[in-house]
C-alpha cells in the first residue's frame, strides 16, 4: 500500500499530497518532511503538534538556516557529507538550497568533490539510497525493482562503478554517481526527484583496495566478464522495458570495453542515453563552435588532436566528424581532421588492441607517435584531453602548438582536478593568453567549465517531455547548437555559459530537443500539446506542498 499520494488540481495546477503517515514517521521521510515549516493545521492533524519548536517557518528560512551550516565547513568532504544528510532527511529544503546556491554547492555534490565522495563510500556510509543489484541476486531482479521507494519513473541512472570520472573501478561506490546525476537532473532541469531512481549493477570489483578492505560493502568478489556480463546486463535492460517501458535510462560510468557496445546494443530498443560518451561531447563541441564563431572560421578549417582515445574521447571525435559532414565534408574527410592519440601513442591500423570504435579513427601510418611528435606534425588548432593524465599538455607541447596556432583551443577535460591535462593559468602564459579554454573541472579565473551539467539536463528534460521514443544525432546536434548559443560572444568571455545559467541552458536545450523529436516523428506526446505545456507539464519545483491526511486513514 503507498504511503502517499501527490494530486494535483487541474484548473489551477496546485499540488498537494495525501499520507497514511503520521508523527516521527513523516519526519524521518525525506521527501514529506518539512521539519518547522510544517503548518500549525497540519501538525494538529498529522500527529506533529508537540514535536516541534513552535515557531513555524518558511522554506526560504530555513535556507538561510542550512547555509549557514554548510559555510561552516570548511573541508569539501564535509561539506558533501553535510548535503547528503540533508538530502535524506528533507529533500525539498536541500533542493531549494542547492539550487539557490548552485555555484557553491553543485561542484561540492558533483565533480569535482563526489569522486571522493565515491572513494570514501563504504567507510562514509550513513544511509542507503537507490537499488542495488547484485550479481548472485539477479534471479531476484523483478522482486529488487519493485523495492523501490517511487512507483512512478522518469528517469534511471545506472552504472556497474567500472571507470568512475579519472579513478577507475569503484564497485558499489559507484552509486554515489548516478546520485549526484540526478541531483543535478532536478538541480539543473527540474525533474522531479519522485520519479528518479539511482541503481547500481554490482557485478565485483577489480579493485584489489576494495576487495581487500573488510569495509568494503559490495560483492567481494572479481568482475564477471564475457557471457555471463552480457546475460546479466540483458536481464537488467529487458526488466526495465517489461516493468517501466517509458523509463529514459541513462548509462555512467561504465568501462570503455562495455559503454559503447551497450549504448548501440539498446538504443534502438529504449530511449537511452550515455554521458561520459554522448553529454562529454556534446558540451565540448559547443565550446568548440563558440570559439568558432568568435574566431569567425569554420570547423572544417580545424585540425583536431584529442588525447585519450576512450569513451569520452571518441565520443567527441564522433561528435565531431558528425559537425563536419553537417558542413559538407564527407565522412573520409572528417575523420581525416581528427587524431586520436592513446597512451601507447597515435591510433593506427596496425595496433592489435584496437577496441572497435577506436578502428574508425585510426590512420595508417605513424604508429608510436607520442603527444608532443604528434602535434609537432599535425601543427593541430584545437588539442583535447581526456586522458586522465595530470600534466599530460606540457610547456612544450602547449608552446609548440601556440607556434603555428593563433588562437589555440585547448580543452584539458580529464577530472578530478589531479588528472586535468593542464592548469588555465600555465596554459595562457604558455600562449601570450592567446588560448581559448574550457576544463573539466573547476578552476579559478575566468575560465569555462566543460561541464556535463549543461548537457545531460537539458538533453533528458527535452526527451523525458517529448516522450521521445530514442535519442539521434540531430537531437544530439541542436543540444550542442542550443549550447553554445547560450554563451557570451565576446572573444575573451568563457566558451561556455556559468553555472547560473543552468536552469536557462536546461529549457533551452530541451526545447530543441523537444522541436527536434517532432520533426523525426519520435515524439509520443499529444501533438496538440506545444513544445511550452510539454515541459510545463513536467518540470517540478521546490516548495511544500499541503500534506493532508490520506481519508481512509492508516
Keep these: ?25 513523516l519526519l524521518t521521510t525525506h521527501l514529506l518532511n518539512k521539519g518547522t515549516a510544517f503548518t500549525y493545521k497540519e501538525r494538529c492533524e498529522l500527529g506533529l503538534l508537540g514535536k516541534l519548536p ?64 565515491v572513494q570514501a563510500f563504504s567507510h562514509q556510509f550513513r544511509q542507503p ?5 547484485s550479481y548472485p541476486d539477479r534471479d531476484k531482479m523483478e522482486l529488487i525493482l519493485e523495492n523501490r521507494t517511487h512507483p512512478e519513473l522518469s528517469v534511471i541512472v545506472v552504472t556497474d562503478g567500472e571507470r568512475v570520472l579519472g579513478i577507475g573501478d569503484q ?87 562495455n559503454a559503447r557496445r551497450l549504448l548501440e546494443r539498446y538504443q534502438n ?33 580545424q585540425r583536431v588532436v584529442i588525447f585519450g582515445a576512450g569513451t569520452a574521447g571518441v565520443g567527441i571525435a564522433d561528435r565531431l566528424v558528425d559537425s563536419l559532414k553537417r558542413q559538407g565534408l564527407t565522412e573520409p574527410e572528417a575523420i581525416n581532421q581528427v587524431w586520436l592519440v592513446d597512451k601507447a601513442g597515435l591510433l593506427t591500423t596496425d595496433m592489435n588492441d584496437l577496441l572497435p570504435f577506436q578502428r574508425r579513427f585510426a590512420r595508417i601510418d605513424g604508429k608510436g607517435q607520442g603527444l608532443e611528435q604528434v602535434v609537432q606534425e599535425v601543427r593541430p588548432t584545437i588539442l583535447i584531453g581526456c586522458s586522465a593524465v595530470g600534466g599530460a599538455f606540457t610547456e612544450n607541447i602547449v ?35 592567446k588560448a581559448l579554454i574550457a576544463t573539466g573541472s573547476p578552476f579559478e579565473g575566468n575560465v569555462a567549465q566543460c561541464n556535463n551539467a549543461f548537457s545531460f539536463p537539458g538533453i533528458g528534460l527535452g526527451l523525458m517531455a517529448a516522450r521521445a521514443k530514442r535519442l539521434t544525432d540531430n537531437m544530439l546536434w541542436v543540444a550542442c547548437q542550443a549550447l553554445s548559443q547560450c554563451a557570451a560572444t565576446e572573444m575573451d568571455a568563457p566558451l561556455l555559459p556559468p553555472l547560473t545559467m543552468a536552469r536557462e541552458v536546461a529549457i533551452k536545450i530541451a526545447t530543441a530537443l523537444i522541436e527536434e523529436a517532432k520533426r523525426e516523428g519520435l515524439a509520443q506526446i499529444d501533438p496538440k500539446l506545444s513544445t511550452l505545456e510539454a515541459l510545463q507539464s513536467i518540470v517540478w519545483e521546490p516548495y511544500y506542498r499541503e500534506i493532508r491526511p490520506h481519508p481512509k486513514g492508516r
Design 129 to 133: 539510497r537507490g537499488i542495488y543489484i
Design 399 to 433: 608552446r609548440l602548438m601556440a607556434f603555428y596556432a593563433s588562437r589555440p583551443i585547448i580543452l584539458p577535460l580529464s577530472n578530478p582536478n589531479a588528472q586535468s591535462e593542464a592548469i588555465p593559468s600555465d596554459l595562457l602564459s604558455w600562449t601570450n593568453n
Design 269 to 301: 530498443d529504449l530511449c537511452t542515453f550515455n554521458d561520459d560518451m554522448q553529454g562529454t561531447a556534446v558540451v565540448a563541441v559547443a565550446a568548440i563552435l563558440t570559439a568558432m564563431a568568435r574566431m569567425r572560421t569554420q570547423l572544417s578549417e
Design 171 to 257: 564497485g558499489v561506490g559507484g552509486i554515489d554517481i548516478c546520485i549526484a546525476k540526478l541531483m543535478l537532473y532536478t538541480m539543473c532541469a527540474g525533474i522531479n526527484p519522485y520519479h528518479t531512481l539511482p541503481i547500481v549493477l554490482d557485478v565485483g570489483t577489480n579493485n584489489t583496495q576494495l576487495l581487500d578492505d573488510p569495509l568494503y560493502l559490495g560483492w567481494r568478489h572479481r568482475r564477471i566478464v564475457g557471457q555471463a556480463y552480457d546475460q546479466f546486463i540483458e536481464q537488467f535492460v529487458r526488466t526495465i522495458q517489461r516493468r517501466m517501458p517509458n523509463t529514459f535510462l541513462h548509462w555512467e560510468d561504465f568501462g570503455r570495453d
Design 54 to 117: 513552535a515557531k513555524i517557518e518558511t522554506l526560504e528560512e530555513q535556507v538561510t538556516r542550512a547555509y549557514q551550516q554548510f559555510t561552516q565547513y570548511k573541508n569539501d568532504l564535509q561539506k558533501h557529507i553535510f548535503l547528503n544528510n540533508l538530502h535524506d532527511k528533507n529533500e525539498i529544503l536541500f533542493y531549494k538550497l542547492v539550487t539557490t546556491h548552485i555555484v557553491e554547492t553543485l561542484p561540492i555534490i558533483y565533480t569535482p568533490v563526489v569522486g571522493r565522495a
Design 1 to 25: 500500500m503507498l504511503q502517499y499520494e501527490t494530486h494535483r488540481d487541474s484548473l489551477t495546477g496546485t499540488e498537494w499530497i495525501e499520507t497514511r503517515m503520521r508523527g516521527k514517521e
